[in-house]
């Protein structure tokens, strides 16, 4: 536990005293945030903010998980260098996604073929190592098997068996990927709103895994061995989603409205990639849905937005994503921005006593 503790504290402090620095760094370059024409005229005086904080994000994380290394006195775990990958790796992405924004002086950067090529690449080599690296009870990192809050009977086994499996299982992977790195990327768009939402999302699976940790099968005979987990490496998934619960906590001391400084695609691809990598790791992908609801609700406001227009020609939504339709309603920003993250912690805690209230059903 002291672990998971001091990951979080180490890159709370490393983000909050570096991200001061890295906005002097990025002005000096004048590495600004370029702003959407046909957004609320109120972002417009955003325009020329620091964007691409998402690098102390990711720099304070793993700081803090190396640092979980001394404290727990043994090297990362299968899993753990899995999970920074996947999250270092879209993080990359959204870097140059962002640089080449900044350097062309333009809203748009990588194209469309190029992202989605690296996305694919990082989960895909993400998803075979997944499901490699057996523990000694046999336990892969990932799983066949579609989960809830636990492996359920359906599996992707039944579709196929050897290389047919794997391939359905890197493509699963992928739509997982794929849909929670571009919803953390919609959402962040208001000063604050990803960072902290990704606070309530992240915080939620560190009860998670640590539940699991406690609750692993044959950990020890006080365990239920009935209700148990069958997860490969719940303390190092719990320790880096601790490290970036307290990297997003010291980057928001920036980030809140006025923002000084934007996570850019480099923050909000990286973090939505380790929450798909969590859920996986977890064996938690469909409850992740209900953790991560409030992304859900912003990335179904686009999909209607663009659906409706194209088959009616009409608008659902002022503008989507949903959070610029209260704007463009008169809600001030700051007050959409602590209503969502509001609706967050919601989320954050039905998922959480989804997850509990399946294992009490399970011990009866």
Known sequence: MFAIISACGVALVVSLVGTP???????????????????????????????????????????????????????????????????????????????IKISHQRSLGLNATAKIVGQVLVGTLFAIGAAMFADSDGLTPGSYAISLVRDTRLSLVFFGGGIITLILFVVWVNFIVAAWSNGVNLTDGLDGLATGASLFAFGSYVIVAVWQLYQKCGASVSVNQIACYHVRDPRDVAVIAAAIVGACFGFLWWNTSPAQIFMGDTGSLALGGAFAGISILTRTELLAIVIGGLFVMIVLSDVIQVSCFKMTGKRVFKMAPLHHHFELLGWNEVTVVVRFWIIAGLFGILGIMLFYGEWVAAIR
């Open 21 to 99: 620095l890295l906005i002097r760094l990025l002005r000096a370059r004048e590495y600004g945030q370029f702003i959407r024409q046909d957004g609320p005229t109120a972002h417009f005086t955003k325009r020329g903010t620091p964007t691409m904080g998402g690098i102390i994000i990711i720099g304070a994380t793993l700081v803090g998980w190396l640092v979980s290394w001394v404290t727990l006195g043994r090297l990362p775990s299968a899993s753990a260098w899995l999970l920074v990958f996947l999250f270092a790796g879209l993080g990359l992405i959204g870097f140059l996604d962002d640089y």
